[in-house]
């Protein structure tokens, strides 16, 4: 088992590029978790997605991001017209189930710099 | 009320000292108590987790002390060795939280050989 694919591992954009984010869970995961770590800081939340629907979006920033989880294929986190403060290392997490308590792993995360 | 508050931030111990960590929360809601490790370039790995329904949990040098009336929980390493230094987060979750965790702001451990 390959455990949770998270590419590419660093992505580098200019201001006002766009970032995409991928994450592939691990075999027979169907619930993907976002978060987003910033320098120094724990990692926050940022969205839950079962295959084709977003469950929770709470701790997504309203403008500029979304996310996705196709029936087919990995998850997508997009970030449009990126900004400076959007330089962090953002981690996603698979699991069988919806809950922390039983197989919750998370990927190596993808490293964005905003130059 | 959905923080969960780490300290220290960071943490110097001797090889073969205790290392603990401490974390505080207010939401009495919360029911699971996970510490996750996590190495430089890497993603977070579950080390130790607790219920509330316990006031320690212990796997091999990890422990988990609780203490539920004062919404206060803590890692213990003991013999702590250079191969733990890493960062350390707690973190919190409800059985209705549909699988989202509530993080501590990370403890950065350095244990000198």
């Known amino acids: 088992n390959a455990g949770v694919m998270q590419n590419p591992r660093h992505l580098v954009r200019r201001r006002g590029q766009e970032a995409r984010l991928r994450c592939s869970p691990m075999?027979?995961?169907?619930?993907v978790y976002w978060y987003r770590q910033l320098p120094e800081e724990g990692l926050k939340f940022m969205v839950y997605?079962?295959?084709?629907?977003?469950?929770?979006e709470s701790g997504m920033p309203k403008e500029r991001f979304s996310a996705e989880f196709p029936k087919e294929g990995p998850s997508i986190l997009r970030i449009q017209q990126v900004v400076r403060g959007d330089s962090a290392a953002y981690f996603c997490?698979?699991?069988?189930?919806?809950?922390?308590?039983?197989?919750?792993?998370f990927g190596s995360g993808t490293r964005l710099t905003v130059v | 009320q959905q923080q969960v508050k780490q300290s220290p931030q960071s943490l110097i111990v001797q090889k073969g000292g205790i290392s603990i960590i401490n974390c505080a929360y207010e939401?009495?809601?919360?029911?699971?108590f996970p510490w996750y490790q996590q190495f430089p370039g890497k993603g977070p790995a579950l080390l130790i987790a607790?219920?509330?329904?316990?006031s320690e949990k212990k796997e091999g040098r990890f422990t988990i002390s609780f203490n539920k009336s004062a919404k206060q929980f803590s890692l213990h390493i003991m013999d702590s060795q250079p191969g733990d230094s890493a960062t350390y987060f707690c973190?919190?979750?409800?059985?209705?939280?549909?699988?989202?965790?509530?993080f501590g702001q990370g403890t950065t451990l350095q244990v000198k050989p």
């Open positions: 939401n009495t809601a919360f029911d699971y």
């Open positions: 997605l079962q295959k084709e629907n977003i469950i929770d």
């Open positions: 973190a919190a979750t409800t059985s209705s939280n549909t699988g989202k965790l509530i």
């Open positions: 075999k027979g995961h169907s619930h």
């Open positions: 997490a698979s699991s069988p189930v919806a809950s922390p308590k039983e197989g919750y792993t």
């Open positions: 607790i219920r509330p329904d316990v």
